[in-house]
């Protein structure tokens, strides 16, 4: 069997409910299971794929999450199936993700902003926080993006996550 997970992306950024969707499949009907974690505390479930012909079925799963105690901002969702023979865990793939809540309380949403020549994160995090001190919040929402928090490029695109 064989799992295509197509969101979350990696190193999207997720809210309270993280939506995970792609195919899967391979049988007749098989049983799916994910796992949403940090290392901490985590959410498990399952769900159905396949196309009852032995085929591929896409599959879409919203995952409630805001129970969880994660203590990171970074997450890990990872999709597998169960072997019968053994309980091992097969074809998993693992998606990192960073996790919204984490980062601003009451996240729900982000905003994209493209960096101008001359801006810093100290400003725009004045600009859309009030406060340059809360910089860190852009840094961590974009690990794809801001590698050196003493260097960002005009041009690139960030998120600036929201309340």
């Known amino acids: 069997m064989s799992i295509d997970v197509q969101q979350p ?5 997720v809210g309270s409910h993280v939506q995970i969707a792609g195919t ?27 196309d009852g012909t ?9 995952v ?6 994660f203590a990171l901002d970074r997450l890990f969702v990872e ?5 019968p023979k053994d309980g091992a865990e097969l074809d998993k793939v ?13 996240y729900r ?18 600009q859309f926080y009030g406060s340059g001190n809360l910089y860190t919040r852009l840094v961590r929402a974009n690990p794809h993006v801001i590698t050196d928090p003493n ?3 005009p041009g690139s695109v960030i998120r600036v996550p929201q309340a």
């Open 54 to 62: 032995g085929g591929h079925g896409q599959f879409q799963v919203s």
């Open 94 to 106: 693992i998606v990192p993700v960073v996790y919204g809540p984490r980062i601003v309380p009451g």
């Open 79 to 83: 999709v597998f199936w169960v072997s």
């Open 24 to 50: 899967a499949g391979g049988a007749f009907e098989a049983q799916f299971n994910y796992r949403i974690h940090e290392g901490h505390d985590e959410v498990v479930g399952g769900f159905m794929a396949g």
């Open 109 to 126: 949403v982000y905003q994209e902003y493209a960096i101008q020549p001359g801006d810093t994160l100290w400003g725009i995090a004045t």
């Open 64 to 69: 409630d999450v805001s129970g969880a105690s």
């Open 9 to 13: 992306r990696p190193l999207g950024l």
């Open 151 to 153: 260097v960002i490029h």
